[in-house]
């Protein structure tokens, strides 16, 4: 059964940072290219970033380069998604998944607010 966690979510200031955790289980982790996504209330969920398998090759939104780093740990089954420079506009659940796999973890809400 896929199991998707994902964790580290809070309340911060403008300009400040957290990190994400996305802890994996119930498939093969180190095989699949991860991503993280949001979604706002009444919005369609969008893609944040992504992550191959291997960690080589990762991509971002435009809203979020140059502040946002994905990374992934193979031997723990985890991703992170390490937010830096945080804006309002960034306020809305993350939540993670694996490419191709239909199921979703509960998401983590980030909350960006003076």
């Known amino acids: 059964q896929v199991q998707l966690v994902e964790s580290g979510g809070g309340l911060v200031q403008p300009g400040g940072s957290l990190r994400l955790s996305c802890a994996a289980s119930?498939?093969?982790?180190?095989?699949?290219?991860m991503s993280w996504y949001r979604q706002a209330p009444g919005k369609e969920r969008e893609l944040v970033a992504g992550?191959?398998?291997?960690?080589?090759?990762?991509n971002y939104a435009d809203s979020v380069k140059g502040r946002f780093t994905i990374s992934r740990d193979n031997t723990k089954n985890t991703m992170y998604l390490q937010m830096d420079s945080l804006k309002p506009e960034d306020t809305v659940v993350y939540f993670c998944?694996?490419?191709?796999?239909?199921?979703w973890g509960q998401g983590t809400q980030v909350t960006v607010s003076s």
């Open positions: 998944n694996a490419f191709g796999v239909d199921s």
């Open positions: 119930g498939f093969t982790f180190s095989r699949y290219r």
């Open positions: 992550i191959s398998s291997t960690s080589h090759l990762t």
